[in-house]
């Protein structure tokens, strides 16, 4: 099974508003990853998880908090969210090494597609 | 530091007609290289990989092969088909780096 799942599917929020993603993976896999997509755009990458610690951040602003509550599950917090983070958040997971060091292929989630109002 | 580089899309074929989507990179290390789809509204699905130098990946139809001298992925299919219209993103890994880049993705349309 090569599946990560994501809800919810669409959201959308006001700018006062505290939402939270979700990200799920079922395929052992000890590194998580948040990436935020733009129309037109490539993914960027935002944040890192290895073995449930944050090892990348990516210089996101504080709005964006995320958690990884055990090796499956990664959730991104969101505050106070401006229009311009309007955009598909995907999540991926992949190998990490013994050294955490992140390895090979990643495998992406379907997205939420976020609109601030 | 690395890099991956696409050709500009989009890319309008007929059906049937043979695909090329050029990819070239620039690395420091011995990267991984990958081709990810992107169907409209989804998120990214894995295409294809190849792990080391002259490593053919495969799937449905595709193809490309990592080619070092050349620094390529080119990314290739015999006959499309209209379901193949989506955006083409070609992606490196370096373990030097411990990163993952992509490049800018090639939209693909395929008319009936």
């Known amino acids: 099974d090569t599946e990560v799942t994501q809800t919810p599917k669409h959201l959308v929020m006001g700018m006062t508003n505290k939402k939270s993603l979700k990200c799920e993976q079922h395929?052992?896999?000890?590194?998580m990853y948040w990436y935020k997509q733009k129309a037109k755009k490539p993914p960027e990458l935002m944040f890192v998880?290895?073995?449930?610690?944050?090892?990348i951040n990516e210089s996101v602003p504080s709005r964006f908090s995320p958690e990884c509550p055990n090796s499956s599950l990664l959730n991104l917090h969101l505050h106070a969210l401006q229009p311009e983070d309007s955009a598909l958040y995907l999540c991926?997971?992949?190998?990490?090494?013994?050294?955490?060091?992140?390895?090979?292929?990643?495998?992406f989630g379907p997205g939420t597609r976020l609109t601030v109002l | 530091g690395d890099s991956v580089t696409q050709m500009e899309g989009p890319v309008t074929l007929s059906e049937e007609a043979f695909l090329t989507i050029n990819c070239t990179y620039t690395?420091?290390?011995?990267?991984?290289l990958f081709w990810y789809v992107q169907y409209p509204g989804e998120g990214l699905q894995l295409l294809l990989k190849?792990?080391?130098?002259?490593d053919k990946g495969s799937n449905k139809g595709f193809e490309a092969t990592y080619r070092k001298e050349t620094t390529s992925f080119h990314l290739e299919k015999g006959s499309v088909q209209v379901s193949d219209s989506a955006v083409y993103f070609c992606?490196?890994?370096?373990?030097?780096?411990?990163?993952?880049?992509f490049g800018s993705g090639t939209k693909l349309n395929v008319k009936p």
């Open positions: 991926a997971s992949s190998t990490s090494g013994t050294s955490g060091r992140l390895t090979d292929t990643q495998y």
């Open positions: 395929m052992g896999h000890r590194a």
């Open positions: 998880y290895s073995y449930e610690k944050l090892s």
């Open positions: 690395a420091t290390g011995y990267p991984s």
């Open positions: 190849a792990t080391k130098a002259d």
């Open positions: 992606a490196l890994s370096d373990q030097s780096f411990n990163k993952f880049y």
